[in-house]
C-alpha cells in the first residue's frame, strides 16, 4: 500500500505538487492521469526518496522509502528506461541491482526470461532499441519481487505485442493482490488496464475514483440515432420534450435518454429508424472533460480552430455542420467545448494541443514528460510524427 498525506512539493515558487493525499491500494491497477507538468513524476519521485518534500508524507507499506532496508524487495519501480549505464549488459545490470539487495542471482534470469529479454542477455544495454530498455527497466522492477510496483509511461516504445504484454502483466500482478501503481498518457491503454484512477491538476487531487464512475461522472451518456425523416423526427422528439442536437454528420444525439423508450416512441409515430446507438464517452473525453481547466502547456494552436485532422477524421458532435444544432448543448457550442472529439473516437490525427500528446493511438516518445517553462508555439511536425514531440523537455526525470 502506498499512502500519501498532504504532500507537497515546492520548486522556488513553483508549486509542482499540492498537498496531496490518497492511498493506492493493494489487488487493483491505480491509474495516475494528469496533463502535462501536474505533478507525476514529481510525485513518483517522492515516493522512491529521489526527491525530498517540501511537507507531507509519503509511505510505503507504513514506512517511508528511507527506511526499508532493502527497497527492492518491498517496492519495484520503472522511472526512466534510459537512467541505465549503457556499457553494462542486461545481465550485469540486473546482477547489480540484484548483489545491492541481496536478491539471489536466479532472479537475473528468471525476470529476464518474464520480459523476453534472455536471448540478449549478454549485451550492452546502450545497443538497445526503447523498447528492449523499457522491458529491461521492467525486469528491474520485477526483480525483488516486490509487493508493490510503480510504473512511469511504462509502454513507452513497446509495439503492440509489448503493450499488450505490460497491460497483461500489470492486471497479473494485481490479481496476485499486488499494489500496482502506474502513469501514462495512453488513455486507450489505461481504460484497458486500470480499475481505479487518481487525476491530478496542477499537483492537486482531482478524482480518487474507480474507472468506471470517472467516466460515468465526467462524461455524459446519450442515444445516437440516424433518420431519412429529418423534420418529423425533430417535431416527435421535441414534444415529447426531448432536446435534439444535429451532429454535423446527418445523425441527432438526445443526451441522458434510453435508447429504447426512444426507439419505440420513433416506433409509435412511424419514422424509420437507420441508426439507435446507446453511447459513453471514453475514459479520454472523461479526461479532457474534467482536467481541461487544469492543463498548463497549451499548444500555439487554438484548441478546435485548426483542421480536424485532415481526411477521415471525425466530425465533432455538433459542430462543422451546415446549420446550429437544433438546441444547445449544455456543454457550449459544441457537447465537448472546444474539444473536436467525437464521442467514444479517438483523438483525431494532426490536432495540436497537449490533449493531442500522447492521447489514444499516438505513439509515446522517449523519457516524455513535463517542462520547466511554456513551449515555444510549435511548428508543424512532419506528416505522420506526433504535435508537441519536439519541444518536449525531459532533463528534470532524473530516474533511479
Ligand atoms: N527539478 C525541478 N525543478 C524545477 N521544476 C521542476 C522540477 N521537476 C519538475 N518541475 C516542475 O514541476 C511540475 C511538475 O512536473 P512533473 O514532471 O512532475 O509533471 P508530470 O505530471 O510528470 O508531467 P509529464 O506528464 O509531462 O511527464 C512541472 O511544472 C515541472 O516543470
Not at 157 to 165: F, Q, R, S, T, Y
Not at 303 to 327: D, L, T
Not at 357 to 372: F, K
Request: net charge neutral; charged share 20%; proline share 8%.
Amino acid at each position: 500500500m502506498i499512502e500519501l498525506q498532504g504532500l507537497t512539493k515546492r520548486y522556488g515558487d513553483k508549486t509542482a505538487v499540492d498537498h496531496l493525499t490518497f492511498t493506492v491500494r493493494p489487488g487493483v491497477v491505480t491509474g495516475f492521469l494528469g496533463p502535462n507538468g501536474a505533478g507525476k513524476s514529481t510525485t513518483m519521485r517522492m515516493l522512491l526518496g529521489l526527491d525530498n518534500p517540501t511537507s507531507g508524507d509519503v509511505r510505503i507499506d507504513g514506512k517511508h522509502y528511507a527506511q526499508l532496508s532493502e527497497p527492492l524487495k518491498y517496492i519495484g519501480a520503472l522511472l526512466d528506461a534510459k537512467a541505465i549505464h549503457g556499457g553494462r549488459t542486461a545481465y550485469n545490470h540486473l546482477l547489480c541491482m540484484a548483489q545491492s539487495n541481496r536478491i539471489p542471482r536466479h532472479r537475473v534470469d528468471e525476470v529476464l526470461e518474464t520480459v523476453g529479454l534472455s536471448a540478449v542477455a549478454k549485451k550492452r544495454s546502450k545497443g538497445f532499441s526503447l523498447g528492449m530498455g523499457q522491458r529491461l527497466g521492467i525486469a528491474g522492477a520485477l526483480l525483488g519481487d516486490p509487493e508493490i510496483l510503480m510504473f512511469d509511461e511504462p509502454v513507452n516504445g513497446l509495439d503492440p505485442e509489448g503493450i499488450h504484454w505490460i497491460r497483461n502483466l500489470m492486471k497479473g500482478l494485481a490479481a496476485q493482490g499486488r499494489t500496482v501503481f502506474v502513469s501514462s498518457h495512453l488513455m486507450s491503454e489505461m481504460a484497458l488496464t486500470a480499475d481505479h484512477l487518481i487525476v491530478i491538476g496542477r499537483g492537486r487531487l482531482m478524482a480518487d475514483t474507480s474507472m468506471s464512475d470517472f467516466i460515468e461522472k465526467n462524461s455524459r451518456s446519450f442515444v445516437r440515432l440516424r433518420t431519412p425523416q429529418q423534420e418529423r423526427f425533430k417535431d416527435v422528439m421535441s414534444r415529447a420534450g426531448h432536446t435534439v442536437v444535429e451532429t454535423g454528420d446527418g445523425a441527432f444525439e438526445i443526451a441522458d435518454s434510453d435508447a429504447a423508450a426512444l426507439g419505440e416512441l420513433a416506433a409509435q409515430h412511424q419514422l424509420v429508424l437507420h441508426e439507435l446507438s446507446p453511447q459513453r464517452a471514453s475514459l479520454e473525453e472523461a479526461f479532457m472533460q474534467l482536467t481541461a481547466e487544469s492543463v498548463e502547456y497549451h499548444a500555439g494552436g487554438q484548441m478546435g480552430s485548426a483542421p480536424a485532422g485532415g481526411p477521415g477524421a471525425p466530425v465533432p458532435a455538433g459542430m462543422g455542420a451546415p446549420g446550429a444544432p437544433a438546441a444547445p448543448s449544455p456543454y457550449g457550442a459544441s457537447p465537448y467545448g472546444p474539444s473536436p472529439y467525437t464521442p467514444g473516437q479517438g483523438a483525431p490525427q494532426g490536432q495540436p494541443g497537449w490533449q493531442g500528446q500522447g492521447a489514444q493511438g499516438w505513439p509515446q516518445q522517449p523519457g516524455q514528460g513535463g517542462q520547466a517553462g511554456a513551449p515555444p508555439a510549435p511548428p508543424a511536425p512532419p506528416a505522420g510524427q506526433e504535435w508537441g514531440a519536439q519541444w518536449r523537455d525531459n532533463s528534470k526525470k532524473k530516474g533511479r
